[in-house]
Structure formats: C-alpha cells, structure tokens
C-alpha cells in the first residue's frame, strides 16, 4: 500500500494533484512513527478511531477499510475503491481532463 | 434373591438412559455431519493454499487469475454442502448447512450456489434467528438475494426489534444498489470481472441497469420510516434514528457524481487541515489506518 501511494505521490509532485489521507489509528504517538517509518510524505487527517467523524459522515465505517474516493480539480466525487494501476490510469484521465477544461473550474 | 429387583432396576435404568442419549444424540447431530464437517474442512484447506499462492504472485493479472482458479475450485465444495440438505430442507439441522453456504460465499463460490441457499432459507427457515443473522452483513452490497430475502422477513413481521432491524438493512441494501449503479461505470475490465466473479454475472449486468434515484427514494423512505418508528432501537452501539440519519445524509451527499462536503479537522501533527483548500487539485482520499 505505502510503496504504491509513495510512488503515485513522486510521479506527479509536480502535477495540480494531492494524495490526503484520512487515518483510523486511535494512537496518535504510534502513527507519528509509522509516518517517520514509512516514508509517508502525504498529509492525513487524524480521526481518531474507526467510529471516528470524518469515516462515519463518508459511510467508511460500513463499507470498510481502505477505501479510496477520486475528487476531480472541481471537488467533485468521481471515483470510489479504484485501486491498483487503475488508480494512476483514473488519476491521469482527470488530469487530462482538467487541463482539457482549461485549468481551474 | 433381595436383590434381584434392586440389580433389575439398575440394568433397567442403565436401558433408559442409553436409549435417551442415543436417542438424543440421533436428534441434534446432523445425519450428514460427518460429510459437512469434511466439505468445511476441504473450503479451509483450498482457502489457506490460495492465500499462501496469492502472497507469492506479483502482477494484478496472476493475481486476477488465481482468483477465478479458487472460485471454480470452490464452487462444487459448496454445491455438495447444498446437495446434503436439499431434499430435506425443512428439518431445521438444513439451517447450520444452508447459513454456512451464506456466510461463506463470498469470493469462495458462484453466488447461484448461495442463491439457492437463501431461496431455501426463505422457504422453509424464515423465522429461524440464524436467516436473519446471515444476511446482516451483506445487506449493505445490494445484491438482488439480500433484497429478496430480507423483502421477506420484513413481510414476515417480526417481533419488534428485529422488524426494525430488518427494515434498517432492506435500506442499506436499496442505497447498496443504488450506489452499484454509478460505481459500476467505472470499473475496467478487471475490476468487472472481479466483481462478476463476487456477485454473479447476471446479477452485475441486471444491477448496472437499475433505476437508481428510484432506489435511492425507497431508501430514503425506508430510512425514514426506520428513525420515525423505531428510532429508540439499538444497532452496533447506537441508535437506529441517528444510523438513519447518518445513511440518508451519505445518500444525498456522498456518492460519484456528488460534490465532496467540506472535512475539517486536525493533521497527524495537530495542524488544522481543511478539503477545500485542495480545490483546483485532483485529489485521492485515501481512508487508512495501520490497526
């Protein structure tokens, strides 16, 4: 998962595009280590827990961990669970959509 | 001679008992256990080495492949657990078998194998508390058997509390459906095929042509009946009314095609962090965790 992420971050720091997190992990201490550990460069918001309230308003909770939303420049949800190669392919056709669309909205 | 009906007595005792626990014994063993308890043994087996293939696969491809290997495997395990019980569905030791052909179909089996299960638990185990207890944690996929059983034990009125529930998940199971439909859209061939392979492939082709803002008004209806009505019931640590509100809310805001809502809060470091700030970015939301 975090040498993917790591990965789709480098190949396109330069692109209009962010990878957020949104972390599930009740220790807040633990995951300031993993984050050192892994490398991990992205931001994340802390939830807190997996009832946390940013998973419960997003229905994470439900359908369960990891899930991955696809926001286009316009913050529109265009894609849910893309995981893989395709979630550079997905990635890379809202980009050119974007640039396709002229810039920003 | 004294004796003779005291010593009577005693073997005559010792008759009864070994009868009862024989006779016991015949009623709440299943007559197929012994071949239930290898077939269960054989799915755990074809599971573990699997899983063991799979960790040693690298592209997504072979990974694709020993997936649809594993289901056709699989696939005939379930059918003999199904072939056990099918002439003989009504006894209630059918239950154990047909629950267990539920509960672990998924990515193990053809759904038309679990299909039949559920049409069996339907007929003949409606009110049985193991039918309502296996399609609870499937009710949120939308698949077409979860709403044909669970359409069933709400016509089937349950005692109160359950009537509740199963109202709740007959609406988890529409907004399930209702998001299939967008969702599907963007699948590539993999992922089609690898939701094909979980859901059954006429089911895919039906659920992508479904009608979805007509799903979605059921369930908002359904939703709302459930907080109107049985708002008080307890569910996983809270209440129907607020599990309610919380789904009608993601229905109408959280979906493809919808505009993400505002997420404020804190980064790892305590740093406040707001969504908007990332507006003119293509952005991945990744929910994570390391637990």
């Known amino acids: 998962m975090y040498p993917h992420e790591r990965s789709l971050v480098k190949r396109l720091e330069n692109q209009p595009f962010a990878l957020l997190g949104v972390n599930s992990d009740p220790d807040r201490q633990d995951l300031k280590e993993l984050v050192k550990k892994e490398q991990i460069t992205w931001r994340s918001w802390w939830d807190g827990g997996t009832e946390g309230p940013i998973a419960n308003k997003w229905n994470v909770n439900v359908r369960g961990w990891p899930t991955v939303f696809v926001l286009d420049h316009r913050g529109v949800i265009r894609g849910k669970d893309v995981t893989g190669s395709r979630l550079d392919e997905f990635v890379d056709e809202l980009l050119k959509e974007m640039k396709a669309a002229g810039g920003n909205n | 001679m004294r004796y003779t009906p005291m010593i009577t007595l005693v073997v005559a005792l010792g008759a009864a008992c070994s009868y009862a626990a024989k006779g016991q014994q015949e009623k ?168 094909e392979l979980l859901y059954g492939k006429d089911n895919v082709a039906k659920m992508r042509m479904a009608d979805a803002a007509k799903l979605e008004a059921e369930a908002i209806r359904l939703f709302t009946d459930v907080a109107d009505n049985y708002g008080n019931v307890e569910y996983n640590l809270k209440k129907l009314r607020d599990h309610a509100a919380s789904a009608i809310y993601i229905i109408r805001n959280i979906g493809i095609g919808k505009t993400a809502p505002e997420i404020t809060g804190e980064d790892i470091d305590g740093k406040p962090m707001k969504l908007s700030d990332y507006r003119g970015k293509v952005v991945v939301l990744d929910f994570w965790g390391h637990w």
């Open chain 2, 28 to 195: 709440t063993e299943l007559p197929f256990a012994a071949e239930f308890e290898k077939l269960k043994a054989a799915v755990d087996k074809l599971e573990e080495s699997h899983a063991k293939r799979l960790g040693e696969l690298k592209t997504e491809d072979q990974k694709a492949a020993l997936f649809e290997v594993h289901i056709r495997e699989a696939t005939p395990l379930a059918e003999k657990a199904l072939a056990l019980v099918v002439g003989n569905a009504q006894d209630p030791a059918a239950v154990e078998v047909l629950t267990w052909i539920i509960d672990r179909g998924w990515g193990n089996w053809e759904s038309t194998v679990v299909e039949k299960a559920a049409d069996l638990l339907i007929q003949h185990h409606l009110k049985d508390r193991r039918t309502h207890n296996v399609v609870t944690g499937f009710a949120h996929l939308g698949m077409p058997w979860t709403e044909k059983m669970l359409r069933a034990l709400v016509a089937a009125e349950l005692p109160a509390k359950e009537h509740a529930l199963t109202l709740f998940q007959l609406a988890q199971c529409l907004q399930g459906s209702a998001e299939f439909v967008p969702d599907s859209k963007i699948f590539d061939a993999r992922r089609l095929k690898r939701v």
